[in-house]
């Protein structure tokens, strides 16, 4: 099979890496983080087959084998995220999310090739796909807290909102027993022109207003900002100007860096 493009550039970059000293791979990968060696190496793993599903999902479509060529290269730092959390924390994933399914897919004790399995699934559009049953490739797992979502950009934000307002409701104000856990964290994540969208802001200022007036929202809303959308650039710093707004907190990372991350 003839390498594609993206897979060239990605070895080309690669080989144009010097190794540093050797390092114990117990300690943090540099100072100031608390990623070792051993855990970098397990991601980067998980950030792999999410490549590889990127290009065996072209593969497929080549064949007439596959439906999906929707990929998360470039954002596997995602991965990061995933290892952020726990996998008891909901989480409404994009289409863009390959590496921290694959990651929570481990992190839940799961072998890599159940994770990448379910995705297979997904870009063949089996019947036997335990999410959809065939019928859209997403992310999603109910032992994984992976809540399945369209591709329909933004329309997952009011939902994450209402998530993690469910979490802390049924903790504190009504007692109940939730589906997740009393201290579960709900993590939504986005593209840059997602932010745009009317469902999206409805979601941030639905958010925003709540924790003005003192309502906990246990959200991390997660924009994965590759500076354009389809064929619209994003303006350069619209993604922080437009997410500071009060009552949330925002901080950016590089989200190729996994230590950063
Ligand atoms: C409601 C809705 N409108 C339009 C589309 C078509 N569409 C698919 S991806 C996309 C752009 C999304 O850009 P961004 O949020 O930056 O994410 P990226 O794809 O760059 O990761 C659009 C408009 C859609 N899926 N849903």
């Known amino acids: 099979m003839a390498r594609d493009t993206v897979e060239t550039h990605f070895t080309q970059a690669v080989a144009t890496l010097k190794a540093g000293p050797a390092r114990d791979p ?12 051993e855990q970098c190496m397990q991601l980067f793993r998980r950030q792999l087959d999410s490549r590889l599903l990127d290009i065996a999902a072209r593969w497929l479509k080549e064949r007439d084998e596959g439906y999906y060529t929707i990929g998360s290269a470039g954002h596997e730092g995602n991965a990061a995220v995933a290892a952020a959390l726990r996998p008891t924390d909901p989480a409404l994933l994009h289409y863009r999310s390959g590496a921290f399914y694959l990651t929570r897919s481990e992190q839940a004790g799961r072998l890599p090739e159940q994770g990448i399995r379910d995705v297979l699934m997904g870009l063949a559009a089996a019947a036997d796909e335990p999410i959809a049953g065939g019928r859209h490739k997403v992310f999603g797992h109910p032992d994984l807290a992976v809540i399945p979502q369209t591709s329909t950009i933004a329309s997952h934000l009011p939902r994450s909102v209402g998530v993690a307002f469910a979490i802390e409701r049924a903790a504190a104000a009504i007692g109940e027993q939730a589906r997740w856990p009393a201290d579960a964290v709900a993590v939504c994540s986005f593209g840059d022109a997602s932010i745009n969208h009317a469902s999206a802001l409805s979601g941030f200022n639905t958010a925003s207003y709540a924790t003005y007036q003192g309502q906990a929202l246990p959200l991390l809303f997660v924009c994965e900002d590759n500076g354009i959308g389809i064929s619209v650039r994003t303006p350069k710093g619209w993604v922080e100007a ?7 907190e925002y901080f950016a990372a590089d989200g190729c860096d996994l230590a950063a991350a």
């Open 26 to 37: 117990g300690l943090p990968v540099r100072e100031g983080s608390s990623l070792t060696g």
């Open 242 to 248: 437009a997410l500071r707004r009060p009552g949330i």
